[in-house]
């Protein structure tokens, strides 16, 4: 599997927008999801990073992923600081300050369970931002809008395999 594209972008990126959905919903007995978060985190080393999930289980919570940068508005008493809405708002904030800049959205095994919490919202904010690219990692539903201009690329693979499968150099 050839990720030179991923590589490409995320290498220019002063920003990493992270969307996780139900692909990452629990872990497997062999660790896959807790091995894929953990692969993550190494990638995102050195960005400047926000996670937004749609997950309830808190498992991303017990990762290498900064807390802070997470919001969870589903995870409930789940999430260790901060009220989900106090979570939401910091995210808010952070967005605003990626406009007009080089923004990497990560769209990973979102579908259309609560299209309104990430899919919609990353796909607006990859029209609105034109240094943005918009990654797309669905096993079913890694569809494009046609508005983007080639700024995304979708991946029709589960993605927690695709983040297990990536290699890069450390």
């Known amino acids: 599997m050839d990720f030179g594209s991923f590589r490409q972008e995320i290498g220019k990126a002063q920003f990493v927008l992270v969307g996780i959905g139900k692909e990452w919903e629990s872990d497997s007995p062999s660790g896959d999801v807790r091995n894929a978060y953990e692969k993550l985190a190494k990638l995102l ?14 498992l991303i919570f017990e990762t290498a992923l900064a807390g802070a940068r997470i919001a969870a508005p589903f995870a409930g008493e789940r999430a260790p600081e901060g009220s989900s809405e106090e979570r939401w708002n910091e995210y808010m904030r952070w967005l605003m300050g990626t406009l007009n800049r080089n923004l990497l959205l990560l769209e990973l095994g979102e579908g259309f369970e609560n299209p309104s919490v990430i899919r919609w919202p990353f796909e607006k904010t990859a029209c609105l931002n034109l240094k943005s690219y918009l990654y797309r990692v669905h ?27 990536m290699e890069w150099e450390a």
Do not use: C, H
């Open 45 to 58: 080393e050195g960005k400047n990073y926000f996670v937004v999930t749609t997950l309830s289980d808190g």
């Open 139 to 165: 096993g079913k539903f890694p569809q494009l809008p046609e508005d983007l201009d080639g700024r995304g690329r979708g991946e029709a693979m589960d993605s927690v395999r695709w983040i297990l499968s």
